[in-house]
């Protein structure tokens, strides 16, 4: 099992930027896929982007690609989530989440295995 724990959220005016971190703990990261989601108020969680365990492969929903990106950092056991241009719909609670048994980039929430907490972004009009 792997722990997560996301940091970086916070508040931004539209066209501002943001960048999430995702620390991992329990188990080697480079053995699992990683993926970031978003929950706004009422609304269901929706998947934001995926990373292969090797950094190597990715996925975007169409609503951030070429706004945001998505990194790793095996060596420090921590995925990013660089967020650029960002419009107020992009404001969600953002969850880490990690596949124990997939390596790809999976868009579905139901292969991950662990999540985090979540952390808080709102962006201002």
């Known amino acids: 099992q792997v722990q997560l724990v996301e940091s970086g959220g916070g508040l931004v005016q539209a066209g501002g930027s943001l960048r999430l971190s995702c620390a991992a703990s329990g188990r080697t990261s480079s053995s699992y896929a990683m993926g970031w989601f978003r929950q706004a108020p009422g609304k269901e969680r929706e998947f934001v982007s995926a990373?292969?365990?090797?950094?190597?492969?990715?996925n975007y929903a169409d609503s951030v690609r070429g706004r945001f990106t998505i990194s790793r950092d095996n060596a420090k056991n921590t995925a990013y989530l660089q967020m650029n241009s960002l419009k107020p719909e992009d404001t969600a609670v953002y969850y880490c989440a990690a596949s124990g048994y997939i390596t790809s980039a999976p868009t579905l929430p139901g292969v991950y295995t662990s999540w985090g907490q979540g952390t808080q972004v709102t962006v201002s009009s």
């Open positions: 990373i292969s365990s090797s950094g190597g492969g990715t």
